[in-house]
Structure formats: C-alpha cells, structure tokens
C-alpha cells in the first residue's frame, strides 16, 4: 500500500474534451471515511527554453483567457497522443517562435497542479537556434507575438508579473542558476 493512498471506489465523468477531461472520483480514505475528489486528466505538456546565439531568451506573449490578460512565456503546448515530449517541443518552438533546433537537451519535468491535475510537464533548453526560411502554420485559435529578452529583461518582467506562469518562472530561476548574464 501507498503512503496515504486514496483508493478510487467510483469515477464519474463529467467533460470530456480536446485538451482536458474533468472527472469526480469518490475515493476511501486511509482514516476509513471517504471523500470526492475532481480530477483534471491531460495529456501533458512541453515547454522550451530557447536561447539565441546573441544570449536572448525567446518568449511568446499570448492571452490567456483563464487569466482574462497577456502573459509573457517561454513557447509550450500539449503533448499529442503517442508522441514523444521531444517531437513536442520541436513542433512547438516552430509553430511558436519560427525557430527550429538541431537538438535539445532535457532540463526536468514536474507536475503542474497535483492537488487537482495530472498534467505532467517536460522542460527542454536549447542554444543551437536556427530561423526556419519558411515559418510553420500554428493553430488557428492561437494569436502569439515573439519577444527576445536578456535575462535581466525577463527578471525585470516578473516583477511586473508580465511573466506570470509557473513554467516560465522555472525557466527563469535555472537561468540564473545556470549563470546566464
């Protein structure tokens, strides 16, 4: 048995959608009582953090209408089904930015929202940017304007809270680690 596991007794699907599906489960808890919970499922997600050879970080700036304002991000987008995170966050970063990479290199992943989601992210860095001689269609629902910013830049627009996503904030701080000037 898992520490603390909530064993599912009922699932009810509520929504089930192109990029999430919403489900209470009604779960036993390990005091004996129980409880219900709502469930975010999602196919997961990549994010990159791109840099160009002049030390710029690519960022996209999109509404976001949860937040019902722009926000300032590092490019990102949902997994499709059988893919891999990689191929993801090449696709992304063309159809997002106009670049493309030879390769990639594996930062981390970690979990967006445990308390209600599965949404797993996987984050890439790249510094071998190439501009693509013809730009990728993105998705039509999607309105994106690029942006390169030092990362002095970028620090001074999370204090604005232009930069406002946990992703983005992850980016930022392992720059900074990292020694990025």
Request: charged share 35%; net charge negative; proline share 4%.
């Amino acid at each position: 048995m898992k520490k603390f596991e909530e064993k599912t007794i009922h699932t009810e699907e509520i929504y089930n959608g192109k990029i999430v599906q919403l489900q209470v489960d009604d779960v036993a808890l390990p005091n004996g009582k129980s409880a219900k919970r709502e469930i975010i499922k999602h196919a997961g997600a990549v994010a990159v953090i791109p840099i160009t050879k002049d030390n710029k970080i690519v960022f996209v700036e999109q509404y976001r209408k949860p937040l019902e304002k722009s926000i300032i991000e590092i490019p990102a987008g949902k997994l499709e089904e059988g893919e891999k995170p990689e191929i993801t966050a090449i696709r992304e970063l063309e159809e997002e930015t106009g670049y493309t990479a030879e390769s990639l290199s594996f930062v981390t992943s970690f979990y967006t929202s445990p308390g209600f989601a599965d949404e797993l992210m996987y984050i890439y860095i790249t510094d071998e940017l190439e501009k693509l001689e013809t730009p990728v269609k993105g998705d039509d629902d999607e309105f994106i304007e690029v942006l390169e910013l030092s990362l002095e830049e970028a620090k001074k627009y999370v204090e604005e809270e232009r930069i406002h996503d946990a992703k983005t904030n992850y980016a930022i701080l392992y720059l900074h680690a990292l020694g990025m000037k």
